[in-house]
């Protein structure tokens, strides 16, 4: 018997089917393979676009979530990202949040980061605050919550009581710096972080040497903010600190201009006048002796290291140089002082500033 026989022509056909069922399968699951790895890893959104923000709202639907990405022009391919929400299963698990999409990201990567919820950071910078509607803005303009959501917690006696402050000290809380928060943080999360920072900050040497100069760390704050008023400089603050702490010091009325600002909220005003002066108000320290109640504004670093290491010397009075380059003359008596004062005040008409 032959074994190894020529097949059949009716064999040769069936195995020619079979291949040809074989190489079409093959061809079918590589092809299908291919999409399939297309749908979930070709670059689809932010196509050699920068990147972007997604800003997802608190409650919203797929539908708006798609929407914002069609009408943002974030997605270049709709049915795969379509069909790859549907396969993820994220059209039920929708998370608010900011999300950064990303310079040629692929619908994988955005599905992963949506459905985990894995939000991006934002960047708050605290500098240049004088009262607490401005502090207000700054952090609302990085959350989801609005402006008046957010003073009507930062003056809330009873908030500030929270965390050991008053209302006219509160502010002092907050350290300027550049802090990392989340969109849908809430404000319980954000006070939360400003004290923590707050506290890191006053550590032993710091709270040591406010106590050596007899002065609280709420108070070395409400004196740095003084400072930090009077100038930009900071080679000049240990100095001025050094003026306003002789003043304290011997119980004699600080006569802050900044303070008188502050009291009227006059914040465009180039000159004090007699209305500042006379102004009733206890942040008024022509009025009262002692500090204000409250800082006039959030004081840089620099400012509140200048009152902890304050320079000590004999001058009690300081003034604007009369060259207007923002530069201060330091005087022991008040004659002197006056002196210079004229002088400045003649550059300042001189310039035509009123």
Known sequence: MNLLREPT??????????????????????VFSFYIYQIFFSDNLQINKPDKPLYIRTGATFEEVADSLMQGGYVHDRLSFMFLSKLTGYREHVQPGRYLITTN??????????????????????????TMTDLALKISNKLEISYQSVLDTLIRPDVAQRYGFNDTTFIAMFLPDTYEI???WQM????SMFQKQYLNFWNQERREKAQAIKLTPKEVIIMASIVQAETNIDDEKPRIAGVYMNRYNGKK?????????????????????EYHRYFKSPFNTYRKI????????????SSIEAVLNYEKHEYYFFCAAPDLSGKHLFSK????????????WKSLDKANIH
């Open 105 to 130: 990201m692929n619908n994988y990567a955005l599905f992963k980061k949506l459905n985990n919820g894995r939000q991006d950071p934002l960047k708050l910078t605290i500098v240049n605050v004088r």
């Open 182 to 184: 989340y969109w849908t």
């Open 290 to 301: 002692g500090l204000p109640p409250g800082p006039i504004n959030i004081p840089s670093i």
């Open 253 to 273: 009325r600080l006569q802050a201009d900044p303070t008188l600002i502050f009291a009227t909220q006059d914040f465009s005003a180039k000159r004090v006048t």
């Open 188 to 191: 319980p999360q954000i006070l």
């Open 9 to 30: 022509s009716d064999e040769k056909k069936r195995l020619q089917i079979k291949a040809g069922i074989i190489i079409f399968i093959g061809v079918f699951f590589a």
């Open 333 to 344: 008596t008040f004659d002197d002082h006056l002196q210079v004062a004229q002088t400045y």
